[in-house]
């Protein structure tokens, strides 16, 4: 798309980090529609998951039939993004095909900063009881990685990632997602 068309984007709002890709969403000159029920997803072009609590997010994607909602767009070829607790909700929706654990990376590292190769760039991941990712189907790209794990992986039009690019000042992650749409 012309990067300067403007789009509606839908961000998950039912609990979490939503404010926050809110905000990166309208520095890049899109709409923004917080999606708490099936109505806030007409017209949507796109659509972000963001960070939370995923057995929670879970409960309320189900009571919502937002999930099912998901699902059926995603197959007709929308794009979705999903960050951290986004991730869980899409690999357990079977909208990619990879697996990953739960707070796995160790109550000591529970939260921290590190340097993400994204694409061969820096990139400042901040990572917050992150999911991490322990099998990657053929067919799913890796586009950024520490020490080897894959951090942000795409398949089709389908993009996750463990840690939170809404929580910086660098939109390249958000950019890369919005190029699909
Ligand atoms: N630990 C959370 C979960 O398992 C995810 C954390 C986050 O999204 N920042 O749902």
Excluded at 65 to 75: F, H, I, P, R, T
Excluded at 127 to 132: C, S
Aim: hydrophobic fraction near 40%.
């Amino acid at each position: 798309m012309n990067a300067k068309t403007p789009r509606i984007i839908g961000i998950l709002a039912l609990q979490g980090s939503f404010k926050e890709h809110a905000d990166m969403i309208r520095k890049l000159g899109h709409d923004v529609r917080f999606v708490r029920n099936l109505e806030d997803t007409e017209g949507i072009s796109a659509c972000i998951v963001p960070g939370g609590e995923s057995t929670t997010l879970m409960k309320l994607l189900k009571k919502t039939g937002l999930d099912e909602c998901m699902k059926k767009s995603v197959a007709d070829g929308m794009p979705i993004f999903g960050t951290c607790a986004g991730m869980i909700i899409l690999a357990e929706l079977g909208l990619i095909d990879i697996e990953v654990d739960r707070n796995a990376y160790g109550p000591q590292l529970s939260s921290f900063e590190t340097k993400v190769d994204f694409r061969g760039e820096d990139f400042p991941g901040i990572f917050i009881r992150a999911p991490k990712v322990s099998k990657v189907a053929g067919g799913v790209e890796v586009l950024a990685k520490v020490d080897e794990v894959p951090v942000l992986v795409q398949q089709n039009k389908v993009l996750v990632g463990s840690f939170h690019p809404e929580l910086t000042k660098d939109s390249r992650v958000h950019e890369f997602f919005l190029r699909n749409v």
